[in-house]
């Protein structure tokens, strides 16, 4: 076991909602760096013996806690708890970035202004590091299809990456407003020819974050329809969202619902897909 730490009982001052768990400095033989690892459990998790799905999430200093953000709270534990009293459950492993280092991991692609390319350590940090000391630790549903990555940004990036190259992983990808863009749109090609794909996908964009970034987002989403993953996915364009922590937060709900509708058997409500 790891040495966890309760994050509520350390921290006087918080706006954690739930269970927090997490490892300080996690190190990363992949990458040879540390980072600071966060589990939220889902409210039922100490009164059962349950096993739950499981959704790895880039930025983890965003999505608990407004005290560690340094651009905004997700409300990923708040959120959460409500769409369980729904019967929708997940633990959230949030991995926290490293500063001056997330493009480069949150890229397999090198840009020549912005860096890159340590995409791939990243993701097997994930998988072959990270993932093992989950399942180990708390009661997972371990499979694929039990398995999401979930980012934005440069974290949507990345994301969609693994939901393509990682599939044996990750069955399931929230991919909110991904930077597409980075470095001369590399990540199309890599869509266009693969050859294994997620079992479920939500992508979506704010119609604020500039004409170039929907436009990506919208080809992004048309490729992904001409690959046959038409019922598999879902493709939201928010009116007037710009490219926030706010505005995710806002659509993180949504896209929630999309990916464990089916591994809970609860219901989309009607006028949310396409």
């Not at 997330?102 to 860096?115: A, I, K, V």
């Not at 590091?129 to 039990?146: C, G, M, Q, S, V």
Request: aromatic share 10%; hydrophobic share 40%.
């Amino acid at each position: 076991m790891e040495n966890w730490h309760d994050y509520a009982a350390e921290h006087a001052e918080h706006s954690v909602v739930g269970s927090l768990h997490y490892i300080p400095n996690l190190w990363s033989p992949q990458l040879e760096n540390e980072r600071a690892i966060f589990v939220w459990l889902p409210e039922s998790y100490a009164a059962s013996d349950k096993h739950y799905p499981v959704i790895y999430m880039h930025d983890g200093q965003n999505l608990f806690d407004a005290a560690l953000s340094f651009c905004g709270e997700w409300g990923v534990d708040e959120t959460l708890t409500t769409l369980g009293y729904g019967g929708i459950e997940a633990i959230v492993v949030g991995i926290s970035n490293v500063g001056t280092d997330r493009c480069n991991e949150y890229s397999p692609f090198t840009d020549l202004r912005r860096g890159g390319g340590c995409g791939d350590d990243y993701l097997d940090f994930i998988a072959h590091t990270l993932k093992p000391i989950i399942d180990r630790d708390f009661r997972t549903l371990a499979d694929r299809e039990h398995t999401a990555i979930f980012g934005s940004s440069m974290g949507g990036l990345i994301s969609l990456y693994a939901a393509f190259t990682h599939a044996d992983t990750f069955g399931l990808a929230g991919v909110m407003s991904p930077s597409l863009w980075f470095a001369n749109r590399a990540i199309f090609p890599v869509i266009q020819q693969a050859t294994s794909a997620p079992s479920r996908i939500y992508l979506d964009a704010g119609t604020a974050e500039g004409t170039w970034m929907l436009h990506d987002a919208q080809r992004m989403a048309a490729l992904l329809r001409a690959k046959g993953l038409g019922k598999q996915m879902i493709y939201v364009e928010e009116p007037g969202a710009p490219h926030t922590e706010a505005a995710w937060a806002e659509r993180l709900g949504l896209a929630l619902i999309f990916l464990l509708r089916g591994l809970q058997a609860h219901p989309l409500p009607v006028g949310l897909l396409e």
